[in-house]
């Protein structure tokens, strides 16, 4: 069963899958430039694995230097490799970087460790940084639960609100990181799944999933689900639990720091109006690059948010689908193979809304191109759209 994430790879042209394999093969061990912004003094993890290897270089080659332990604390240096790797960690595949890190027990090292085993949990002056000793409590309370048993979420839920009922910012934002990463590794782990589809669903409630609007208490599962902090949504004919978004954000919002409160506004109005399904776009264009907007302004304003490896993916993602389509929504007609209007009209939307960024620079070179081509999608336009989602 695919999580919510998964079920957004899904649009993504063949393309994409393509270009994603070849990037992950990629030996470029280089570190990433630095962002305009102002590297923040003090950058801390906790590993999420046990035994997570400290590497020389940052790709699976490279010499071991130490093993950690898992919730250990770690600061990182701020540098970012260029390259990616897929590996699964329990049950959930990430495709992430590795990140330079100080490791200070028992020895001092300092080296490379996958980005997928790390959790950032603060990034700003040193003077400011959260309870720590609070974080590494939740995190070990977290690892005594059972994440392939339903009621870890009441569990994880009622530690959280009686532990981090009066913390704010800092240790807000990292009380949510852990919360919302176990309650995602219970999805993939627990397959809840498997309950839902012995439902007995009715139109009507496929409908009102679809729309946001079901009431939870309907059924003694669905009852059950939110509970322990699980919402539903539908997708590919099937109905599935998912991370309940609205409770972390009303719990966490008020909470958080500005800049996490605006992630968690967007990031739960995107869930509750989603962009995808069954293959294709099922929000106007506009809206959707509206969304893409929004990212690219977030991250280039917040260039060392704690979850930035979600936020560039979601401005990657959908800056890719609004230049190269989806499948089950071209960006041209399979038999003519004129171009759609609707997206003739967004890139323009998006050069007229959104000049100077990086998503008007695109718009405006396949917009330009197909122009030259009499808007149909001639070699031409498909060689730049290939060549594109490689590279991206």
């Known amino acids: 069963m695919k999580s919510t994430y998964a079920l957004l790879s899904t649009i993504i042209l063949s393309a994409v899958t393509f270009a994603a394999c070849k990037q992950d093969n990629k030996k470029d061990d280089t570190s990433s430039p630095t962002p305009s912004a102002a590297k923040p003094a003090l950058i801390l993890y906790i590993v999420t694995v046990d035994k997570l290897n400290l ?36 049950n959930l595949t990430y495709n992430e970087p590795y990140h330079k890190i100080i490791v200070n027990s028992p020895t001092q090292h300092t080296g490379w460790a996958y980005g997928g085993a790390l959790m950032r949990i603060y990034a700003g002056p040193k003077d400011g940084s959260p309870d720590f000793a609070s974080i590494a409590q939740l995190a070990t309370f977290l690892r005594t639960l059972d994440a392939k048993k339903l009621d870890s979420g009441k569990k994880a839920w009622d530690y959280v609100t009686a532990q981090f009922g ?75 639990p998912t991370t309940d978004w609205n409770k972390l954000r009303a719990f966490f919002g008020p909470k958080t720091t500005p800049t996490m409160k605006a992630f968690l506004d967007q990031q739960t109005h995107e869930i509750n109006h989603r962009a995808w399904d069954d293959g294709g776009i099922i929000i106007s264009l506009e809206e959707l690059a509206n969304r893409s907007a929004f990212w690219e302004k977030f991250n280039r304003e917040n260039p060392y948010f704690l979850l930035n490896e979600q936020t560039k993916q979601s401005e990657q993602w959908t800056r890719l689908v609004l230049v190269n389509g989806a499948d089950n929504t071209p960006t041209y007609d399979y038999e003519t193979q004129a171009i759609d209007e609707r997206y003739k009209q967004v890139w323009a939307y998006i050069q007229q809304k959104y000049p100077g960024t990086e998503l008007a620079k695109r718009a405006k070179e396949i917009a330009d191109l197909c122009a030259a081509e009499g808007w149909k999608r001639t070699k031409k336009v498909e060689d730049w759209q290939m060549k594109y989602a490689e590279e991206n």
């Not at 270089?57 to 010499?63: A, D, Q, R």
């Not at 898992?70 to 960690?89: K, P, Q, Y």
């Open 55 to 90: 590497r020389e270089e940052p790709n699976k080659s490279g010499k071991v230097l130490v093993q950690i332990a898992e919730n250990t604390l770690v600061e990182g240096t701020g540098d970012i490799s260029n390259n990616r790797e897929e590996a699964t960690l329990r």
């Open 166 to 240: 009066t913390a704010n910012g800092p240790l807000a934002d990292a009380a949510f990181i852990l919360l919302e990463r176990f309650l995602r590794r219970m999805e993939a782990e627990g397959e809840f799944y498997q309950l839902t589809e012995q439902m007995n669903w009715t139109e009507n409630d496929y409908q009102a999933i679809s729309e946001n609007k079901f009431d939870m208490n309907k059924y003694p599962l669905s009852k059950s689900l939110a509970e322990n902090g699980f919402g539903l949504e539908q997708g590919e004919g099937m109905i599935f």
